[in-house]
């Protein structure tokens, strides 16, 4: 009963799912007649939503009041709590413990790489532990808290990509950034010691040797340096 009759005009805006219980996201907004040939159904907050490929993987989510009005294709199943007998952030908890991760592994069958499809009608046979309700809720209470923990931890590090950003520019004269290649790149010019001026290129590689590499590789490609300079500390390589 919530399906979604697609008006061709009308704009949507799809979801999609991370692994491991990380949670919802938002696609960009489509138009109906570009939705392609699924069947869509509406998001509604504390619904819990199953994606039908990766499953396997922990890909499950709650929604949440922002997410309501969204739409999920029908290769994502929704779930909804029965009232007074369970809460839903309890169990989205659940599944994303071990017991629940082994019921979704469990109920993933296929063997085409990444992508084993859920039966889902078989996992809603399954039966899981219900603690009583105020418990129930205390476990939802506590998911709150960790969600709003996450969202502050992610603002705070929004502002310290920008504020990193802003430090980088004021070190340069005429400096300039853009996105390329998933990376921030700002360009300008160094003052050096004898009164000149060096054209450098600027970015920040990420953690590990292996987006350092990438990310050293492009900046190659793009400016052609006539030298590499690292630097950074555990691991984020500047």
């Known amino acids: 009963n919530r399906a979604v009759h697609v008006v061709d005009e009308d ?9 491991y219980g990380r949670g919802m996201f938002h696609k960009m907004a489509t138009r109906g007649r570009e939705l392609g ?6 998001i509604e907050a504390d619904d819990l939503v199953l994606s039908g490929q990766f499953a396997w993987e922990g890909a499950v989510a709650l929604a949440r009041k922002e997410d309501a009005g969204c ?5 994502y199943p929704i779930f909804t709590a029965r009232p007074n007998m369970a809460h839903p952030g309890y169990l989205f908890s659940f599944f994303r413990t071990d017991t629940g991760h082994m019921l979704l592994n469990h109920h993933s069958r ?9 039966n889902d009608r078989t996992l809603a046979k399954e039966k899981i532990p219900v603690p009583p ?3 129930q ?8 808290q960790e969600i709003r923990l996450r969202e502050e931890v992610e603002r705070s590090n929004a502002f310290l990509l920008e504020r990193r950003a802003a430090l980088i520019s004021a070190a340069l004269r005429d400096a300039s950034t853009r996105s390329e290649a998933g990376i921030d790149v700002t360009v300008g010019l ?9 054209r450098v290129a600027v970015t920040v590689g990420g ?7 990438a990310t050293t590789q492009y900046l190659i490609d793009a400016y052609g340096p006539g030298a590499v300079i690292f630097s950074g500390i555990a691991g984020n390589l500047n």
């Not at 704009?11 to 692994?19: A, I, K, Q």
């Not at 040939?37 to 509406?42: L, T, V």
């Not at 809720?137 to 709150?144: D, F, P």
Request: charged share 20%; proline share 5%.
């Open 71 to 75: 739409v999920a294709s029908h290769r």
């Open 37 to 42: 040939d699924s069947s869509f159904f509406y």
């Open 190 to 198: 160094l003052d050096s010691d004898d009164g000149g001026a060096v």
């Open 110 to 118: 296929g063997a085409a790489g990444r992508n084993r499809p859920l």
């Open 207 to 213: 953690m590990g040797l292996v987006n350092a590499s």
């Open 11 to 19: 704009e949507y805006t799809p979801v999609g799912l991370y692994n």
């Open 137 to 144: 809720k205390q476990i939802g209470e506590m998911l709150e």
């Open 133 to 135: 309700m105020p418990i």
